[in-house]
C-alpha cells in the first residue's frame, strides 16, 4: 500500500515552494510572501465563511462553518517556526477542521520572530484566548489546535493556563508539533531526505529567531515539551508524518502524555509530511486525519 497520488503531488508542492523560499540572501519580506502561498495546497472549503477580527489587540479570522455550534470554538495556531505564516495561510486547512468538529475556529495571527521573539507568541495565544473568554465561550467548549510551531503553542497554551491555576481549553489536537528546541531527536538527520518543508538548517534557523534570550536554555521545559511536565492537560490528540524531520518529536509527545495519563490518541501518518494539514481537500490520507481531528474534538469539547 503506497501513498495516493495526492499525497506524492502535496509532497512535490511543498519541495518546490520550499526549494523558492531556500533561494539565499532573499529578504525575509519575500520568504514570508511566499510561506503564504502554501495555503494553495488546500481546497477552499464549501460552506464556510470567515470574519476577520481583533481578538483583545491580536488580529485573527474567525472561521465559520454552516451550522456550526454557537457555544463552541477552536482556538488554531499556525505553522512557521515562529518566523513565517499567518492566519491567512492556514485559513482554508482551519475551516476543513472546523468543519469536521462542527464548531467555529479563531485562526491566530500571533506576533512574527525575530522581530518579537518568544514569548510574543504565546502571549498572543493567551490574549486570543482570554478574549474569547470575554465573548463567553466556556473553557471547556474550547478546543485548542495548531500544526509545526503552532502543534507546540496549542500544547504550551493549557500549560502556562495551569502554571496560573486557570481552567484551559477541554481539548487539544496537536500536529506536527516541535517539542524538543535542542533539536536532538534522530528523525530529524534521518528523514531530512524525506521531509520537503522541514530541515536541520531550517530549524536551527527558526530557533535562533524565536529563541533569542542568551539566558534560555534549549532543553529549559517551558520551551520544550519533551521536558514539561504534562500533569493536568486535556485530552490531547497528537498527529504527525512518519516522513518529516519531527517524527520522533511528535512520537515522543504522544509516548509523554500517556506516561503522564493523560487521555490521548496518537496517529502517525504513513509516509505523511510535516503541516500535512496543509493538504486538506486534496489529500484523501488528510481528509481522513482531519476527521479524526474533528471526532476528536466532538468527543471531548463540552465535558
Known amino acids: ?21 531556500s533561494t539565499p540572501d532573499l529578504d525575509l519580506a519575500i520568504v514570508r510572501d511566499l510561506a503564504d502561498g502554501h495555503h494553495k495546497a488546500s481546497t477552499e472549503p464549501e460552506g464556510v465563511t470567515y470574519a476577520e477580527v481583533d481578538a483583545g489587540g491580536v488580529p485573527a479570522l474567525w472561521v465559520i462553518p454552516e451550522g456550526a455550534e454557537p457555544d463552541k470554538a477552536l482556538l488554531h495556531f499556525h505553522f512557521g517556526g515562529s518566523v513565517v505564516a499567518s492566519m491567512h495561510s492556514d485559513r482554508k486547512a482551519a475551516g476543513h477542521i472546523a468543519k469536521a468538529a462542527g464548531a467555529r475556529s479563531l485562526v491566530v495571527d500571533f506576533r512574527l520572530a525575530p522581530e518579537h521573539p518568544y514569548p510574543a507568541q504565546l502571549d498572543d495565544a493567551e490574549t486570543a484566548y482570554r478574549w474569547l473568554l470575554s465573548q463567553g465561550y466556556e473553557p471547556r467548549n474550547i478546543g485548542s489546535t495548531g500544526h509545526s510551531i503552532g502543534g507546540t503553542l496549542a500544547v504550551m497554551l493549557p500549560l502556562r493556563l495551569l502554571v496560573k491555576g486557570e481552567a484551559t481549553p477541554g481539548a487539544v489536537v496537536s500536529i506536527s508539533p516541535w517539542t524538543d528546541l535542542t533539536i536532538r531527536n534522530p528523525s530529524v538527520d534521518a528523514n531530512e531526505d524525506t521531509d520537503k518543508m522541514l530541515s536541520r538548517a531550517t530549524l536551527e534557523l527558526f530557533r535562533s529567531a524565536w529563541l533569542q534570550d542568551p539566558g534560555l536554555d534549549f532543553a529549559d521545559p517551558k520551551i520544550s515539551l519533551d521536558k514539561a511536565d504534562l500533569t493536568g492537560l486535556p485530552p490531547t490528540q497528537v498527529h504527525y508524518g512518519e516522513y518529516e524531520t519531527l517524527a520522533d518529536d511528535g512520537a515522543r509527545l504522544a ?7 493523560i487521555t490521548t490518541e496518537v496517529h502517525p501518518m504513513p509516509e505523511g509530511q510535516h503541516s500535512f494539514i496543509l493538504g486538506a481537500g486534496r489529500v484523501p490520507e488528510v481528509d481522513q486525519a482531519i476527521q479524526q481531528m474533528g471526532h476528536w474534538l466532538r468527543t471531548h469539547l463540552g465535558h
Not at 509516548?255 to 495519563?261: E, M, N, P, Q, Y
Open 255 to 261: 509516548r509523554r502524555l500517556a506516561d503522564f495519563k
Open 1 to 21: 500500500m503506497g501513498v495516493s497520488p495526492q499525497a506524492q503531488q502535496f509532497a512535490e508542492f511543498l519541495a518546490s515552494t520550499n526549494a523558492k523560499i
